[in-house]
């Protein structure tokens, strides 16, 4: 059965820092793209991050809000795509969800949920 579990959500103090982690199974992650989106409650989701299956110089994606500050990274020999979150504002409160495919071409991203797991919250308050 194709999973794709995250875990690592919580809540932290604003400036602070939580790393998200995103295991997969059932499938061949190595071959897909993955990114993460969150969804805020009253907003629309919002896809944050992308890496692709090159994991090389142009293959990963962030959003505007939180360049600088977040990380995207993957271990595909433990089939685990990671999210590193630093200086966390109010505003990234949401649950945070790890999906495929995404792929990167020619400096513009494309995402698709071929795949996606259950999500965890993230709640950024003092």
């Known amino acids: 059965q194709v999973q794709l579990v995250e875990s690592g959500g919580g809540l932290v103090q604003p400036g602070g820092s939580l790393r998200l982690s995103c295991v997969t199974s059932?499938?061949?992650?190595?071959?897909?793209?993955i990114g993460w989106f969150r969804q805020a409650p009253g907003k629309e989701r919002e896809w944050v991050s992308c890496?692709?299956?090159?994991?090389?110089?142009?293959?990963?994606y962030y959003l505007d809000s939180v360049k600088g500050r977040f990380t995207i990274s993957r271990d595909n020999v433990k089939n685990t795509v990671y999210l590193q979150m630093n200086s966390l504002k109010p505003e990234d409160t949401a649950v945070y969800t790890c999906?495929?495919?995404?792929?990167?071409?020619?400096?513009?991203?494309?995402?698709?949920?071929?795949?996606w797991g259950n999500g965890t919250l993230v709640t950024v308050s003092s």
């Open positions: 059932g499938f061949t992650s190595d071959y897909y793209g």
């Open positions: 999906a495929t495919d995404c792929t990167i071409v020619d400096g513009k991203v494309y995402f698709t949920m071929d795949y």
């Open positions: 890496i692709t299956i090159s994991d090389g110089d142009g293959g990963t």
